[in-house]
């Protein structure tokens, strides 16, 4: 126990002592946020809000994760630690770029969607080629039973799937001050009570409340009104490392249960689409759900707090699954 509140408090302390310098650093180089048109007018209010805040989030995570690791494991690092390293920085990397296109281009949509797809692919097929190398297990296990299918060759679609469909669906989510922080901090934290009491999975259960604890500093700054935005650089990380964790963990069926907020707005993106091209009609206000309850009249710190709340029952309904019933 010790342990992991140690781990969250590095992250939440080196993510807040770093937001007073990094934000001001932001703001000087003019690396705020564009707000797009068709979006709530509400948000016009935003615009040039310093973005690019989730490399605080990754550099923390890494940081304190290679700290509670070596003390924990005297030094030695399992391959399991680097691949999280390497998922979270690697969209993180791919997030930067595609806001580094938005704040410096002044090009609002960033990366293509061709060539940010090209790149979540790339990673994904470097992380399965890694599980591979280290001779993987290629099932999937029925949450709360001993169920195991095996799946073979097959476990690398899933892998790619999971690892590209998160990043995107975290993505999705992030559209409001401390939406994306609070609700990622829920299944990170989920994550981490399963991967250190229920498996147990040390460093993955490290790395989870080091995520946790790096959200919540970041929370101290992304609340509403949000001083910061994570932008792409955190999304994209956030979702590739959950995912991650998911897979290490072998909780890749649990992951739409604990991860329910991510999978409900990416659906009503899926949903309004396919409404709008089949029908002209429209099913929501607006798409991701969360604009539609702030187009609805619901103030922004009520959508948020609801999304949280739904993202905590949908954490716990996974741990009770995956712990109690198992």
Request: proline share 2%; net charge positive.
């Amino acid at each position: 126990m010790y342990v992991l509140i140690m781990t969250i408090a590095i992250a939440f302390l080196i993510t807040v002592l770093s937001s007073p310098i990094f934000i001001p650093f932001l703001r000087r180089l003019k690396f705020g946020q564009s707000i797009r048109e068709e979006g709530p007018k509400s948000h016009v209010k935003k615009t040039g809000t310093p973005t690019m805040g989730g490399i605080m989030i990754v550099i923390s995570v890494v940081a304190t994760a290679m700290i509670m690791v070596s003390k924990y494991s005297a030094g030695s690092f399992g391959y399991e630690l680097w691949l999280l390293i390497f998922v979270m920085a690697g969209y993180g990397l791919l997030g930067f770029m595609d806001d580094f296109i938005k704040v410096a281009m002044k090009r609002n949509l960033g990366l293509t969607s061709k060539q940010k797809m090209a790149g979540q692919l790339i990673i994904a097929f470097i992380f399965y080629f890694i599980l591979h190398y280290n001779d993987y297990a290629t099932y999937i296990q029925i949450p709360g039973t001993s169920i195991q299918w095996e799946i073979g060759w097959g476990y690398a679609l899933l892998t790619v799937f999971m690892l590209v469909g998160a990043s995107n669906a975290v993505n999705l989510t992030d559209g409001l001050d401390g939406l994306l922080a609070g609700t990622a901090a829920i299944a990170f934290g989920a994550f981490g009570v399963l991967a250190w009491y229920g498996l147990p999975q040390n460093e993955i259960a490290i790395f989870s409340l080091a995520t946790v604890g790096a959200l919540l500093g970041f929370l101290v700054f992304n609340a509403h009104p949000a001083k910061v935005f994570m932008g792409d650089t955190g999304s994209l990380a956030l979702g590739g490392g959950l995912a991650a964790i998911a897979i290490l963990t072998k909780l890749e069926i649990i992951l739409v249960i604990i991860g329910g907020v991510f999978v409900i707005e990416t659906f009503s993106v899926i949903i309004q689409v396919i409404s709008y091209k089949t029908t002209g009609k429209r099913i929501f206000k607006m798409s991701p759900l969360h604009h539609h309850y702030e187009l609805h009249g619901w103030s922004e710190w009520r959508v948020v707090t609801t999304f949280w709340l739904v993202g905590l029952i949908c954490a716990v309904l996974g741990v009770y699954i995956e712990v109690w019933i198992a």
